[in-house]
């Protein structure tokens, strides 16, 4: 009986990890933009609930762009990161608040130590709800005047998102010392805590 139980328990283990491992029956996106990329995807990454974060650029009007062509500023994209989650684990309400915490939203085409247009700060919405939504959190974090100043983020409908080159893809984990070196001395923890105090994002 003992090894009949070892058999079938043995038989069972990998069909229970595999259903652990399975993806969410149902996963929406969210696109977001907040200055350097690089920046942008830890705080959605370690966040419970979220499928994938991919870095790359959206809004602007020239197809598959590099990352040189963007940086010149003439392609009209800016600098985001797509991530898909499960609205079942996390609410996009939740996605816009770390959003927010992870961002100088007062400033206009600039983002701490990185200036032009491809470093604005935006949220790409993904339907109606998401614009209500996305609409909703500005205006409250407006009416709190915690920012001390008129928020200039956009909210705008999602276009084509272009994914980045790879080597810009979880930029803070392959290249952890330039990562470090980079977000100090650009002044975002700095700024972010001016901002937001204890509720300040940062990673």
């Known amino acids: 009986m003992r090894t009949i139980l070892a058999t079938l328990f043995a038989l069972l283990l990998p069909l229970q990890a595999a259903h652990a491992d399975a993806a969410p029956a149902k996963t929406e996106t969210a696109t977001f933009a907040g200055g350097c990329f690089w920046c942008m995807v830890p705080p959605f990454k370690n966040l419970p609930g979220v499928v994938s974060v991919t870095s790359g650029y959206t809004g602007g009007h020239v197809a598959n762009p590099s990352y040189e062509q963007v940086s010149s500023g003439e392609t009209g994209h800016a600098e985001s990161v797509q991530v898909v989650f499960d609205p079942s684990k996390v609410g996009y309400d939740k996605l816009l608040d770390v959003y927010w915490h992870n961002i100088d939203p007062v400033t206009p085409q600039q983002q701490f130590c990185d200036v032009g247009d491809q470093y604005r700060t935006a949220i790409f919405y993904h339907g109606e709800e998401q614009k209500k939504l996305a609409i909703a959190s500005r205006d409250a974090l407006q009416a709190s005047g915690v920012t001390k100043g008129p928020i200039v983020t956009q909210i ?26 980079y977000r100090h001395g650009c002044g975002r923890d700095q700024r972010l805590k001016e901002l937001y105090g204890d509720k300040a994002g940062g990673h």
């Not at 272009?162 to 010392?177: G, L, M, N």
């Open 156 to 181: 705008v409908a999602s276009s084509t998102f272009w994914p980045a080159e790879d080597y810009h893809q979880d930029f803070y984990i392959k290249s952890e010392v330039h990562y470090q070196i």
